[in-house]
């Protein structure tokens, strides 16, 4: 039973560019979250999908947008890239209920802004 | 959001139990204590968590404060394999905020 998958698991872009990352969920979870993880630092919560809508979010700009399929994988977007968007980016599944099912993490995606 | 506060890192032998503690004294009542752990090169791990009780799973204990202000990680025997972040984070539902979390260091 394949866990959370993300793809790239690298990717180098430049400031300005847009990125898009894939994530697939654990087989049977309906629910898709994305969290940035900055170097030494613990994970930040970006947004979450569910049903193929947000339903929550982080304290991250609107350049930050994804999207959910009705297959429940997900992609999350970046544009106008900065170099302070560097960073690991981790997508985790759950089950939306229980409301504190727990979560699911891939390995993540490094970008890396030059 | 309700905050945690960890020691940043931790050592223990291998074989040996680890009690990795977590302060909260600003939990509300809805919050549960939640537990995940990050290895090297790895997504953060799902661990264990509670409201009010003591929890035991395969992986490991927590054991609660009567209060709820603190709350403690219970690593029963320690394996190399164990040697990761171990994050304490308060919350109800699925968007946690991480704090820095405690390293821990098993030694062979």
């Known amino acids: 039973d394949a866990g959370v998958t993300q793809s790239p698991t690298h990717l180098i872009k430049t400031r300005g560019q847009q990125v898009t990352l894939r994530c697939s969920p654990k087989?049977?979870?309906?629910?898709v979250s994305w969290y940035q993880q900055a170097l030494g630092q613990g994970p930040q919560f970006i947004f979450q999908?569910?049903?193929?809508?947000?339903?929550q979010r982080g304290n991250f700009p609107d350049r930050f947008s994804g999207h959910q399929f009705p297959n429940y994988s997900s992609e999350l977007n970046v544009n106008a890239l900065l170099l302070g968007d560097s960073a690991l980016y981790l997508c985790?599944?759950?089950?939306?209920?229980?409301?504190?099912?727990?979560?699911?993490f891939g390995n993540g995606t490094r970008l890396t802004v030059t | 959001d309700a905050k945690t506060t960890q020691p940043n890192s931790m050592e223990s032998n291998e074989e040996e139990p680890v009690h990795l503690p977590c302060n909260h004294s600003?939990?509300?009542?809805?919050?549960?204590i939640h537990w995940y752990r990050q290895l090297p090169s790895q997504g953060p791990e799902y661990v264990i968590h509670?409201?009010?009780s003591n929890v035991n799973n395969r992986m490991a204990s927590l054991a609660i404060a009567e209060d709820r202000k603190s709350s403690t990680l219970i690593l029963h025997r320690a394996t190399l394999r164990d040697a990761a972040v171990y994050y304490c984070?308060?919350?109800?539902?699925?968007?946690?905020?991480f704090g820095p979390g405690t390293r821990l260091s098993v030694l062979p």
């Open positions: 985790a599944s759950s089950l939306i209920l229980p409301d504190n099912s727990p979560l699911h």
């Open positions: 087989s049977g979870h309906d629910t």
């Open positions: 999908y569910y049903e193929e809508e947000e339903r």
């Open positions: 600003t939990i509300s009542g809805t919050d549960y």
């Open positions: 509670g409201l009010t």
């Open positions: 984070i308060l919350g109800y539902g699925q968007n946690f905020v």
